[in-house]
């Protein structure tokens, strides 16, 4: 199995003693553009930082957030939370989906 790189690996205050054998989850992000009211949280809040807020418009005349760093998402699943309108929502990849390259 292929070790994550450096980037990849979570920091701990204290090294769990099973830190060698957590898998850092993968997610997929999933924007409804046309529900969005561009209020930004969850661009402001991912703890990742893999939104990014688009030049477009909807058709409400909202920015809406795009995915800029997608590869870093862990599906924490907070913007999916955080969401005051269910325009965004993200989704765990299964590890074997990963090793073949994402969906
Ligand atoms: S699931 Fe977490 S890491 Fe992924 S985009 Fe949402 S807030 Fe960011
Ligand atoms: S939290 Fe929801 S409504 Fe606000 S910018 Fe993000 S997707 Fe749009």
Redesign the pocket.
Known sequence: MKEPSTAEKPKFWRKPLDADRLQVPKGKVH?IKER????????EYCPRDVLGLSDEFNSKGYH??VAVNEDACVSCKL?DL????F??YSETIEQEEVEKGGK
């Open positions: 924007i969005c009211k561009g209020c930004g949280f969850c661009i809406f957030p913007c955080l969401c005051p309108e325009a965004i």
